[in-house]
């Protein structure tokens, strides 16, 4: 299956009424295209950030607030904390459509890949991040499977040279409350960082809320040797979801509108993530970077939006290396790395009682477990990232990254059709234990021209992919038995014109093309 996306970003027009040059141009300094921080002016990508000022100045309930400010970007607002993104791309759906989009903290996945979940961006603590960075567009070779419509960085709060704390407490209607508090200190060679934040929502409609906790915990230290920044995420979540009210205009009708047609939904996460960022150099133009980390999810939700309202149960936990030299002289800034990660994933999917009725049940919609399985995942990739002048106006980068994805499934409950003999058409079909494979690779290439010292003009092509979602592979549907899928690929070609006039304007457009195959 092929789609092709036309698409053109507006004069994106940034103004700051009070802001000095100097401001503007900490708003060009980026980590997540290479990892390091860099001058992103020249970057022949598009991108955006949001600084800590701008998040302070929101003080984001939800990551819509806060993304509103990034061009070609929507975070759609559900009810409490859910969302659908589109980044680059329509609001896409489907067991796999969150795999479009690379959700990171720090540069590590929210999710592990393979195990997404559209709403996955209410794992990370946005209310207290140091900075939002967005790339939209297939990613730059150090992302791999996910990063194909683009990638949203939540960076943490780094600590502050001098002593830096604040609590904040705000109220608001339908009994919403939040206390916020944080603490940023150094210490000689060390530094902390501490953002925690809880808040409770009675919800606009019946029966609805949520409470939610997050705190990110940062330990930065500055050694002889060694640099390492160390950080714990931890986020929980207690949501009584309100489903759409339906019928014509029903909007309008005041006793419609704040009904709840489904006042048993709910949805449970809880997820944490510990990862540390080691980093020494190696002679004078080279410094290796080691990214260990650890993460862990898990959700339960009722699936309110099927007729047969079974309750769906999931989690997974990673294991992961990230491993990188970066060598930068006058004339060169060089990436070369490989990425090793290991999840152990599980799902369950159940179904409470007979569907419509216990007396008149469907036989295709039985009650019971529709699926229980466990997958063993491993990734690994090597890649290799250069950008370099030619000439006092000229920049040239490309890159390469080869991905190997497996995937060892194990069904724990029985092989085949989870209905009874009586059934026609059985809706959920188990496949039997199986193994599969993916070797993908992307490949980027792009020049920027400084027309003046101001303005930038550049051109890119770049691959992205995204191996097959689990939930794609092993809960099937009616009529499936094997799910005989490859891995989505997309293409982008794109120009884009950027620059600043005088001291407090800033644009950014940009015209690109993409075309993807493998559309799962």
């Not at 921080?37 to 955006?48: C, F, I, Q, T, V």
């Not at 409470?211 to 931890?234: E, I, N, P, Y």
């Not at 009904?259 to 939904?265: D, I, K, Q, R, S």
Request: glycine share 8%; aromatic share 10%; hydrophobic share 35%.
């Amino acid at each position: 299956m092929k789609s092709r996306l036309w698409g053109l970003l507006p004069w994106t027009l940034l103004v700051a009424t009070a802001a000095p040059a100097e401001d503007l141009m900490e708003e060009n300094v980026l980590v997540t295209a290479s990892r390091v921080e860099e001058d992103a002016r020249n970057l022949p990508l598009a991108w955006s950030s949001v600084d800590e000022s701008a998040l302070a100045i929101t003080a984001p309930v939800h990551v819509n607030e806060i993304m509103q400010r990034v061009p070609g970007a929507w975070i759609a607002r559900g009810n409490g904390q859910e969302s659908l993104p589109a980044l680059r791309s329509p609001v896409l759906t489907g067991a796999g459509s969150c795999g479009a989009f690379y959700m990171a903290a720090d540069g590590v996945g929210l999710r592990a890949p393979g195990f997404c979940n559209v709403n996955q961006l209410f794992d990370a603590n946005v209310e207290q991040a140091g900075r939002i960075e967005v790339i939209k567009g297939p990613a730059t070779a150090l992302f791999g499977s996910n990063a194909m419509h683009g990638v949203i960085n939540i960076l943490s709060a780094p600590p502050t040279e001098f002593l830096d704390h604040e609590i904040a407490l705000e109220a608001g209607p339908h009994d919403y409350y939040r206390a916020r508090y944080h603490y940023r200190n150094t210490f000689g060679a060390h530094g902390l960082s501490i953002n925690a934040n809880g808040s409770t929502d009675g919800g606009y409609k019946d029966d609805s809320g949520y409470d939610q906790q997050k705190a990110t915990l940062r330990h930065d230290f500055a050694g002889m040797l060694w640099d390492v920044s160390t950080v714990l995420d931890l986020a929980n979540l207690n949501q009584e979801t309100a489903g759409y009210i339906s019928g014509y205009k029903a909007y309008e009708d005041p006793k419609l509108r704040k009904t709840n047609p489904f006042p048993e939904a709910y949805r449970d996460a809880r997820s944490w993530r510990l990862h540390s960022r080691l980093s020494r150099t190696l002679g004078e133009h080279n410094t290796l970077i080691l990214l260990p980390f650890i993460r862990d999810n898990e959700m339960e939700f009722l699936q309110h939006f099927l007729p047969w309202q079974s309750v769906e149960e999931n989690g997974h936990s990673s294991l992961g290396l990230r491993a990188t030299i970066n060598t930068d002289t006058d004339n060169l800034l060089w990436v070369n790395g490989v990425d090793l990660e290991y999840t152990d994933g599980w799902l369950k999917e159940t179904q409470d009682e007979p569907f419509p009725t216990a007396s008149d049940p469907n036989p295709n919609l039985p009650a019971g477990v529709h699926y229980d399985y466990q997958v063993d995942a491993v990734t690994a990739a090597a890649y290799s990232q250069v950008r370099s002048p030619v000439s006092p106006r000229l920049e040239l980068s490309g890159g390469v990254r080869l991905e190997y994805t497996e995937y060892d499934y194990n069904n724990r409950t029985g092989d085949g059709p989870a209905c009874g003999p009586e059934a026609t058409e059985c809706r959920f079909y188990r496949p039997a234990d199986r193994t599969d494979d993916f070797t993908d690779w992307t490949l980027n290439g792009g020049a920027s021209y400084a027309v003046t010292t101001d303005h930038t003009l550049y051109l890119r092509l770049a691959r992205g992919f995204r191996a097959p979602q689990a939930t794609e592979l092993y809960r099937l549907q009616a009529g499936q038995q094997v799910a005989d899928l490859d891995s989505e690929e997309i293409d982008n070609l794109e120009v884009g014109f950027r620059g600043v006039f005088g001291d407090r304007l800033q644009y950014d457009l940009a015209i690109y093309h993409m075309n993807k195959d493998e559309v799962i």
